[in-house]
């Protein structure tokens, strides 16, 4: 791994698309990009990152019959962010997932994406309209003559 990479020091937002990735998320952060990720990453990884002066914070995410680690590394400037962030994460049995557009919001400050960015994933996520329902009762099928149709067939192949 670089270290180069590592000790860089800038402080700017990301475009969620840059982080979609776990491998992204840690990249933003390791190019000073931004202050906190949420990833998933091995013992050594780990052991290099808090060498390196970085914050990691192990998160306990409960799946379906299993658990799995999950962490939150951060840097200096991070601190305050990360702690929320695991809150949330500690919360929601280890996961960070919105249920509202005002918890998409503040989870994707903490992460560090621009407020365009958010502004789009929010809009994708709980702005959809629900598709147009053709008011015509005529271009429907209702239960009845489906029954009847199932009936009509069966009855056919019955004679053959």
Do not use: C
């Not at 990360?82 to 998409?104: M, Q, V």
């Amino acid at each position: 791994m670089n270290t180069d990479i590592l000790e860089k020091n800038i402080n700017e937002e990301i475009d969620g698309r840059e982080a979609e990735t776990e491998k992204g998320s840690l990249r933003t952060l390791l190019n000073g990009q931004r202050n906190v990720a949420f990833v998933s990453i091995n013992e050594k990884l780990r052991r290099l990152l808090e060498k390196r002066g970085y914050g990691i914070i192990l998160v306990r995410r409960h799946d379906t019959d299993k658990f799995s680690w999950w962490s939150i590394v951060y840097n200096n400037e991070g601190d305050e962010h990360a702690h929320r962030l695991y809150k949330i994460a500690r919360d929601k049995h280890g996961f960070i997932n919105d249920r509202t557009p005002d918890e998409a919001k503040e989870i994707g400050r903490l992460l560090g994406y621009t407020e365009e960015s958010i502004k789009d994933f929010i809009h994708n996520k709980y702005n959809k309209k629900p598709p147009l329902i053709d008011d015509n009762p005529d271009n429907y099928n209702d239960l009845h003559e489906q029954i009847q149709k199932t009936k009509d067939l069966m009855n056919k192949v019955d004679v053959m």
